[in-house]
């Protein structure tokens, strides 16, 4: 019997969607998907002077860029 290792995460930066139609610049910047990789990249950003604020037109929380590093990709609303 083979062991197999299996790594999961490690995601940083920019997440692949994000997660709500709402247009405003807030969710240009999601989070991964991962619950760890969210985590440890909302504690980054937090350290690195990102806001977390509130979305006035949803009220769902997005993110004000602070320092951006290549794995921080903004992901703006597709156009309707």
Aim: aromatic share 8%.
């Amino acid at each position: 019997m083979t062991g197999a290792v299996y790594v999961c995460g490690g995601e940083s930066g920019t997440g692949r969607d994000r997660g709500t139609d709402c247009p405003d610049v807030l969710h240009d910047w999601p989070e991964p998907s991962g619950y760890v990789d969210a985590s440890v990249e909302a504690d980054w950003r937090l350290r690195n002077g990102w806001g977390n604020r509130r979305c006035p037109r949803c009220q769902l929380y997005g993110w004000e860029p602070g320092k951006v590093t290549e794995a921080h990709v903004r992901r703006p609303a597709a156009p309707a």
